[in-house]
C-alpha cells in the first residue's frame, strides 16, 4: 500500500506540472505597456488636468496598454485616469538640472516615453533662452543613458502673461522659437525628439485662468495636441479581438496616395520662420511610409526634425523618418523645419504614401 501510494503521489505531481505547461504555453505573454512620463511645473502636475483628458482620448481611440509614470500622486480633476506624473510645482528646468534631479525620477519609473513642457518658471525668473536650452539638453542626455531608446515629446511652452511680469510674453516667445533648432540638432533615429506646439492659438486671456495656468478650456487645448505626437509614436492601437480568417483571403495592395498633408507657419521672426505640415492616413489601409512635396519658391529649409527633407531649388521633399512612417487609417503624424525667407502665403503640399 505505502508503495501504490508513492507511485500515485508522483502521477498526481506529474499530472499538475504537464497541466501547469500546458496552460503555461496556452497563454501568449502579454506586451508590457508603454511607460509615459509626464515632466514639467504646476502646468504638468498642480493638477494638470490636461493629463487626465489625453488619458480619456487614449483610451477611446483603443491605447489601452499605456502607464502614465511619475514619483507624484494624481490631484483629481474629476475624470477617472492614470494620474502618476512628474510635474512639480514651482519648479525650474534649469535647478533640475543643475541638481540632477532627474536620474532618480527616472530610476524609480523607467519610462519609454517623456513629453515635456518645462521652462515657465525658468523664464519667469529671467533664465536665457541659450541656459534653458543646455539645460533641456543635460535632461535628454540623462534619459538617454538610462534608455538608449527614449521617445521625447518636447513642448513650445504656451504662453504667459502674470501680472508681474511684463516682459514674459516676449521671453517665452524666444524659448519656443528656439526649440525647434534645438530639437533638430539633439535627437537621433534611436531617440527622436518630436516638438509639439503648445503655443500657437493659446489664449492667455481665454485658456488660463490667471495669464500663466491652463483653465478648463487650455487643458482642452493642450491634450489636442498632445493626442496626435503621441499616438503617432504609441502606432495603431492594438486590437483586442481580431476576426479569424475563415478562408485564405487575396492579398490587395492598397492604392499609392492615400494621404494627405497639410501646411502652416507655427512662428515667423525677420527673415526666417518655422513651418509644419501634419500628415494623414485618409485611406482604410495601414500604411508603412509617406512623401510629401511642395514649391518654395524664394525660400530655404535650414534644419527640419521628424522627416527626412530635401531641397533642390525650389522644389522640396520630405519623406517619413524611421519611426513615424507606420500610420493607422486615419491617423496622423507631424514634421516641422526652419527656413529663410518668409513663411507665407502657404504652399499645397502633394502626398504619397504606401
Known amino acids: 500500500m505505502r508503495g501504490s501510494g508513492s507511485v500515485l503521489a508522483v502521477l498526481a505531481a506529474v499530472a499538475v506540472t504537464l497541466g501547469f505547461l500546458l496552460v503555461s504555453t496556452a497563454v501568449p505573454a502579454q506586451a508590457a505597456a508603454v511607460r509615459i512620463m509626464a515632466l514639467g511645473d504646476s502646468i504638468t502636475g498642480s493638477p494638470g488636468c490636461w493629463r487626465a483628458l489625453l488619458w480619456e482620448r487614449l483610451r477611446e481611440a483603443g491605447h489601452t496598454d499605456v502607464d502614465f509614470v511619475g514619483t ?42 517623456v513629453m515635456m513642457h518645462f521652462g515657465t518658471n525658468d523664464v519667469w525668473s529671467n533664465r536665457p533662452t541659450a541656459t534653458i536650452l543646455a539645460a533641456y539638453g543635460k535632461l535628454v542626455d540623462q534619459m ?7 521617445k521625447l515629446l518636447v513642448a513650445q511652452i504656451i504662453p504667459m502673461n502674470p501680472s508681474t511680469c511684463g516682459e514674459c510674453g516676449q521671453r517665452v516667445s524666444a524659448l519656443n522659437a528656439a526649440i525647434p533648432g534645438w530639437a533638430a540638432a539633439k535627437t ?5 525628439i518630436v516638438v509639439v506646439d503648445q503655443w500657437t492659438g493659446f489664449s492667455t486671456a481665454a485658456d488660463t485662468y490667471d495669464g500663466v495656468h491652463p483653465n478648463a478650456a487650455g487643458d482642452q487645448k493642450m491634450a489636442g495636441r498632445w493626442f496626435p505626437a503621441l499616438t503617432a ?3 495603431a492601437a492594438p486590437t483586442t479581438s481580431p476576426t479569424p480568417t475563415v478562408s485564405p483571403t487575396p492579398t490587395v495592395t492598397p492604392p499609392a496616395g492615400a494621404c494627405a498633408a497639410t501646411y502652416r507657419t507655427v512662428n515667423q521672426w525677420p527673415g526666417g ?44 521633399t520630405a519623406g517619413n523618418a524611421a519611426w513615424n512612417g507606420s500610420l493607422a487609417p486615419g491617423a496622423t503624424t507631424t514634421f516641422g523645419f526652419v527656413a529663410a525667407g518668409n513663411g507665407s502665403p502657404a504652399p499645397a503640399v502633394s502626398c504619397t504614401a504606401r
Do not use: K, Y
Open 72 to 113: 507624484l500622486p494624481p490631484q483629481g480633476c474629476g475624470i477617472a485616469h492614470d494620474g502618476d506624473n512628474e510635474g512639480h510645482g514651482g519648479a525650474l528646468v534649469t535647478d533640475v538640472a543643475d541638481q540632477n534631479q532627474l536620474p532618480g525620477w527616472l530610476s524609480a519609473t523607467r519610462p519609454d516615453i
Open 144 to 150: 538617454r543613458a538610462d534608455n538608449p531608446d527614449m
Open 188 to 192: 537621433t533615429a534611436r531617440s527622436p
Open 233 to 235: 509614436l504609441l502606432g
Open 273 to 316: 520662420f518655422q513651418g509644419e505640415v501634419t500628415v494623414t492616413n485618409t485611406g482604410t489601409a495601414p500604411r508603412t511610409g509617406w512623401t510629401t512635396s511642395w514649391d518654395f519658391a524664394d525660400r530655404r529649409i535650414s534644419q527640419s526634425w521628424n522627416a527626412t527633407v530635401t531641397q533642390t531649388g525650389s522644389a522640396v
